[in-house]
T-cell receptor, first 112, second 112 residues
Protein backbone atom coordinates (compact mmCIF):
# COMPACT_ATOMS: atom_id res chain seq x y z
CA UNK A 1 0.00 0.00 0.00
CA UNK A 2 1.39 3.37 -1.01
CA UNK A 3 1.10 5.94 1.74
CA UNK A 4 0.57 9.59 0.94
CA UNK A 5 1.60 11.89 3.78
CA UNK A 6 0.02 15.28 3.66
CA UNK A 7 1.20 18.27 5.66
CA UNK A 8 0.31 20.34 7.50
CA UNK A 9 -2.91 18.85 8.88
CA UNK A 10 -4.34 22.29 9.64
CA UNK A 11 -3.54 25.78 8.40
CA UNK A 12 -5.16 29.01 9.54
CA UNK A 13 -4.12 32.21 7.77
CA UNK A 14 -5.28 35.75 7.13
CA UNK A 15 -6.70 36.87 3.82
CA UNK A 16 -3.91 37.94 1.49
CA UNK A 17 -1.27 35.58 2.88
CA UNK A 18 0.31 32.73 0.93
CA UNK A 19 0.21 29.06 1.85
CA UNK A 20 1.72 25.76 0.71
CA UNK A 21 0.40 22.24 1.25
CA UNK A 22 2.67 19.23 0.76
CA UNK A 23 1.96 15.67 -0.28
CA UNK A 24 4.79 13.12 0.03
CA UNK A 25 5.26 9.42 -0.56
CA UNK A 26 8.06 6.89 -0.87
CA UNK A 27 6.20 5.36 -3.81
CA UNK A 28 5.92 6.45 -7.42
CA UNK A 29 2.53 7.51 -8.77
CA UNK A 30 1.46 7.55 -12.40
CA UNK A 31 -0.71 10.58 -11.65
CA UNK A 32 -1.68 12.72 -8.71
CA UNK A 33 -4.85 14.70 -8.19
CA UNK A 34 -5.71 17.58 -5.88
CA UNK A 35 -9.23 18.10 -4.59
CA UNK A 36 -10.95 20.72 -2.43
CA UNK A 37 -13.87 19.67 -0.28
CA UNK A 38 -16.32 21.80 1.66
CA UNK A 39 -18.33 20.45 4.63
CA UNK A 40 -21.11 18.08 3.59
CA UNK A 41 -20.12 18.19 -0.08
CA UNK A 42 -18.15 15.94 -2.38
CA UNK A 43 -14.50 16.64 -3.27
CA UNK A 44 -14.08 18.90 -6.29
CA UNK A 45 -11.22 18.08 -8.64
CA UNK A 46 -8.77 20.99 -8.93
CA UNK A 47 -6.00 19.50 -11.06
CA UNK A 48 -4.33 16.30 -12.24
CA UNK A 49 -0.55 16.14 -12.70
CA UNK A 50 1.05 13.27 -14.58
CA UNK A 51 4.56 14.28 -15.67
CA UNK A 52 7.53 14.45 -13.31
CA UNK A 53 8.52 18.08 -12.74
CA UNK A 54 5.21 19.33 -14.11
CA UNK A 55 3.92 22.70 -12.88
CA UNK A 56 0.30 23.74 -13.42
CA UNK A 57 -1.21 27.11 -12.58
CA UNK A 58 -4.88 27.83 -12.04
CA UNK A 59 -5.30 31.53 -11.24
CA UNK A 60 -3.81 31.88 -7.74
CA UNK A 61 -3.14 28.14 -7.31
CA UNK A 62 0.14 26.53 -8.39
CA UNK A 63 0.57 22.76 -8.40
CA UNK A 64 3.87 20.97 -8.75
CA UNK A 65 4.64 17.28 -9.28
CA UNK A 66 8.07 16.14 -8.11
CA UNK A 67 10.64 15.02 -10.65
CA UNK A 68 10.45 11.45 -9.33
CA UNK A 69 6.63 11.52 -9.19
CA UNK A 70 6.66 10.77 -5.47
CA UNK A 71 5.60 14.14 -4.12
CA UNK A 72 3.53 17.18 -4.94
CA UNK A 73 2.76 20.62 -3.58
CA UNK A 74 -0.07 23.10 -3.79
CA UNK A 75 0.72 26.79 -3.35
CA UNK A 76 -1.97 29.43 -2.99
CA UNK A 77 -1.04 33.07 -3.49
CA UNK A 78 -2.98 35.85 -1.77
CA UNK A 79 -5.48 33.49 -0.15
CA UNK A 80 -9.13 34.50 0.01
CA UNK A 81 -11.90 33.31 2.36
CA UNK A 82 -13.33 31.33 -0.56
CA UNK A 83 -10.19 29.17 -0.49
CA UNK A 84 -11.30 27.74 2.86
CA UNK A 85 -11.80 23.99 2.71
CA UNK A 86 -10.26 20.54 3.07
CA UNK A 87 -7.53 19.98 0.50
CA UNK A 88 -6.91 16.36 -0.44
CA UNK A 89 -4.17 14.89 -2.57
CA UNK A 90 -4.78 11.51 -4.17
CA UNK A 91 -2.34 9.37 -6.12
CA UNK A 92 -2.87 6.56 -8.59
CA UNK A 93 -0.20 3.87 -8.92
CA UNK A 94 0.32 2.21 -12.29
CA UNK A 95 -1.06 -1.10 -11.01
CA UNK A 96 -3.77 0.42 -8.86
CA UNK A 97 -6.72 -0.90 -10.89
CA UNK A 98 -8.64 2.31 -10.29
CA UNK A 99 -7.76 2.73 -6.64
CA UNK A 100 -6.73 6.19 -5.48
CA UNK A 101 -4.52 6.54 -2.42
CA UNK A 102 -5.69 9.62 -0.49
CA UNK A 103 -3.67 11.78 1.83
CA UNK A 104 -5.24 12.57 5.22
CA UNK A 105 -6.12 16.07 4.06
CA UNK A 106 -5.18 19.62 5.05
CA UNK A 107 -7.89 21.81 6.57
CA UNK A 108 -7.31 25.38 5.39
CA UNK A 109 -9.09 28.30 7.04
CA UNK A 110 -8.71 31.78 5.57
CA UNK A 111 -10.09 34.55 7.73
CA UNK A 112 -11.00 38.01 6.40
CA UNK B 1 -20.13 18.67 -18.21
CA UNK B 2 -18.34 16.99 -15.31
CA UNK B 3 -21.38 16.41 -13.14
CA UNK B 4 -22.09 13.36 -11.05
CA UNK B 5 -25.47 13.45 -9.32
CA UNK B 6 -26.49 11.58 -6.19
CA UNK B 7 -29.85 11.05 -4.52
CA UNK B 8 -31.02 11.47 -1.89
CA UNK B 9 -28.97 14.30 -0.37
CA UNK B 10 -29.83 13.15 3.15
CA UNK B 11 -31.15 9.82 4.45
CA UNK B 12 -32.14 8.72 7.93
CA UNK B 13 -32.88 5.03 8.38
CA UNK B 14 -33.42 2.56 11.14
CA UNK B 15 -31.33 -0.55 11.56
CA UNK B 16 -34.07 -2.77 10.12
CA UNK B 17 -34.81 -0.63 7.07
CA UNK B 18 -33.87 -1.27 3.45
CA UNK B 19 -32.92 1.74 1.38
CA UNK B 20 -30.94 2.54 -1.75
CA UNK B 21 -28.54 5.29 -2.76
CA UNK B 22 -28.43 6.34 -6.40
CA UNK B 23 -25.69 7.83 -8.53
CA UNK B 24 -25.80 8.98 -12.14
CA UNK B 25 -23.31 10.38 -14.64
CA UNK B 26 -23.68 11.28 -18.30
CA UNK B 27 -20.04 11.85 -19.15
CA UNK B 28 -19.61 8.48 -20.85
CA UNK B 29 -17.32 7.35 -18.05
CA UNK B 30 -16.79 3.59 -17.85
CA UNK B 31 -15.60 3.35 -14.26
CA UNK B 32 -17.73 4.19 -11.23
CA UNK B 33 -16.93 4.11 -7.54
CA UNK B 34 -18.52 4.12 -4.09
CA UNK B 35 -16.68 5.72 -1.19
CA UNK B 36 -17.50 6.16 2.49
CA UNK B 37 -16.25 9.24 4.30
CA UNK B 38 -16.28 9.90 8.03
CA UNK B 39 -15.92 13.40 9.46
CA UNK B 40 -12.44 14.92 9.11
CA UNK B 41 -11.16 11.83 7.29
CA UNK B 42 -10.38 11.18 3.61
CA UNK B 43 -12.76 9.07 1.50
CA UNK B 44 -12.41 5.30 1.87
CA UNK B 45 -12.95 3.20 -1.23
CA UNK B 46 -15.75 0.63 -1.03
CA UNK B 47 -16.42 -0.63 -4.58
CA UNK B 48 -15.17 -0.10 -8.12
CA UNK B 49 -17.16 -0.91 -11.26
CA UNK B 50 -15.41 -1.04 -14.60
CA UNK B 51 -17.50 -1.48 -17.75
CA UNK B 52 -20.50 -2.29 -15.54
CA UNK B 53 -18.72 -5.16 -13.81
CA UNK B 54 -17.62 -5.17 -10.19
CA UNK B 55 -13.82 -5.11 -10.25
CA UNK B 56 -12.95 -4.18 -6.66
CA UNK B 57 -14.74 -4.88 -3.37
CA UNK B 58 -12.70 -3.55 -0.47
CA UNK B 59 -13.95 -6.23 1.94
CA UNK B 60 -17.16 -4.32 2.51
CA UNK B 61 -19.79 -6.01 4.75
CA UNK B 62 -22.62 -7.69 2.86
CA UNK B 63 -25.16 -5.27 4.33
CA UNK B 64 -23.90 -2.97 1.53
CA UNK B 65 -24.80 -4.28 -1.91
CA UNK B 66 -23.74 -2.39 -5.05
CA UNK B 67 -25.46 -2.60 -8.41
CA UNK B 68 -24.63 -1.13 -11.80
CA UNK B 69 -27.75 -1.37 -14.01
CA UNK B 70 -26.07 0.39 -16.94
CA UNK B 71 -23.04 2.50 -17.76
CA UNK B 72 -24.62 5.69 -16.38
CA UNK B 73 -26.13 4.43 -13.14
CA UNK B 74 -24.74 3.07 -9.91
CA UNK B 75 -26.79 2.03 -6.90
CA UNK B 76 -25.88 1.09 -3.36
CA UNK B 77 -28.47 -1.03 -1.58
CA UNK B 78 -28.48 -0.81 2.19
CA UNK B 79 -29.94 -3.36 4.60
CA UNK B 80 -29.60 -3.93 8.34
CA UNK B 81 -27.07 -1.17 8.80
CA UNK B 82 -25.42 -0.27 12.09
CA UNK B 83 -25.12 3.20 13.67
CA UNK B 84 -21.40 3.17 12.88
CA UNK B 85 -22.30 3.08 9.18
CA UNK B 86 -23.47 6.68 9.47
CA UNK B 87 -21.26 8.70 7.13
CA UNK B 88 -21.13 10.67 3.89
CA UNK B 89 -21.39 8.25 0.96
CA UNK B 90 -19.72 9.49 -2.19
CA UNK B 91 -20.04 8.29 -5.74
CA UNK B 92 -17.35 9.04 -8.32
CA UNK B 93 -16.71 8.27 -11.96
CA UNK B 94 -13.77 8.30 -14.35
CA UNK B 95 -13.19 7.67 -18.04
CA UNK B 96 -11.38 4.51 -17.14
CA UNK B 97 -10.07 2.82 -14.04
CA UNK B 98 -7.05 4.68 -12.72
CA UNK B 99 -7.86 7.98 -14.41
CA UNK B 100 -8.96 11.18 -12.71
CA UNK B 101 -12.16 10.79 -10.74
CA UNK B 102 -15.08 13.19 -10.49
CA UNK B 103 -17.14 13.05 -7.31
CA UNK B 104 -20.81 13.61 -6.68
CA UNK B 105 -22.11 15.78 -3.82
CA UNK B 106 -22.67 12.77 -1.59
CA UNK B 107 -25.50 11.32 0.50
CA UNK B 108 -25.40 12.07 4.22
CA UNK B 109 -26.59 8.84 5.83
CA UNK B 110 -27.67 8.59 9.46
CA UNK B 111 -28.49 5.19 10.92
CA UNK B 112 -30.59 5.31 14.08
Amino acid sequence: TQLLEQSPQFLSIQEGENLTVYCNSSSVFSSLQWYRQEPGEGPVLLVTVVTGGEVKKLKRLTFQFGDARKDSSLHITAAQPGDTGLYLCAGAATDSWGKLQFGAGTQVVVTP
Amino acid sequence: DTEVTQTPKHLVMGMTNKKSLKCEQHMGHRAMYWYKQKAKKPPELMFVYSYEKLSINESVPSRFSPECPNSSLLNLHLHALQPEDSALYLCASSQGAGLEQYFGPGTRLTVT
